[in-house]
């Protein structure tokens, strides 16, 4: 139990506790939640390296599909969705880094609760970014497949074997590295969400307490 936890425990069971600990532990709130905030940036960030540092050498290293002339269209749409990716990927660290200085800097309860729920929101589109962008992928590396190996050009026969194949081994890749992608999500940032909605929830109690007049 860290500081925060012990204290908010101490200041519960005593009701004549001096109103300069509720303050602090209001402060501690503030404090804990632009570090959790600061740590999804950190993340974003983190994650957004990697995948400049993999792009690089993928296309250093020699091993880039060759397209043919006539699914040439597919290189262009991979290399379009890639730049948009970024772009997105660039907004949603911008977005997360403006949610961590606001709360940093911010000495209103209000005005956090609202960037609190500004920032949850935001992880939450980020997570569904990403999950959209691995079906994306998945499915433009199938349909590359079926146009370069002219899948449609053979006979009805072994068309529809492929297409089986290609749906099973497809719904099971994209099953797979959803799943995984949900439990790196989950170890990380919904930790993080969670302990971010926890400050929110102690942060409402307190502001109802403020606003009950007292009793005489």
């Known amino acids: 139990m860290d500081g925060l936890d012990l204290l908010k425990q101490h200041w519960q069971k005593n009701n004549d506790f001096p109103k300069v600990d509720k303050e602090a532990i209001r402060g501690m709130l503030y404090k804990s939640s ?5 740590w999804i940036f950190i993340i974003s960030l983190i ?28 290189d262009y749409l991979d ?28 000495k209103n309860t209000k005005d956090l609760l609202n960037d609190v729920l500004t920032a949850r929101k935001r992880v939450s589109q980020y997570i569904s970014f990403n999950i959209y962008l691995i079906i994306f ?11 370069e190996n002219h899948v449609f050009e053979k006979g009805t026969g072994e068309i529809i074997l492929y297409l ?14 959803i799943s995984i992608l949900k439990l790196y999500f989950r170890v990380l940032y919904v930790r993080l969400v969670k302990k971010l909605e926890k400050n929110y929830d102690e942060l409402i109690i ?8 007292p009793s005489r």
Do not use: C, H, Q
Request: aromatic residues 22%; glycine residues 8%; charged residues 15%.
């Open 164 to 177: 089986t194949l290609m749906i099973i081994v497809g719904g099971l890749m994209g099953w797979l590295f």
């Open 137 to 147: 992928s998945i499915g433009l590396g199938f349909l590359s497949f079926i146009l």
């Open 34 to 38: 632009s570090s959790l905030v600061k």
């Open 206 to 213: 307190m502001e109802n307490e403020d606003d009950i007049p």
């Open 47 to 74: 994650e957004l390296s990697l995948g400049i540092i993999f792009n690089v050498w993928y296309f250093f290293s020699g091993i880039k599909v060759e397209y043919s002339e006539e699914s040439l269209w597919l």
């Open 79 to 106: 290399n379009t969705a890639t730049v948009i990716g970024y772009f997105i990927t660039f907004y949603f660290i911008y977005a997360f880094f403006k949610a961590y200085m606001k709360i940093r800097n911010t």
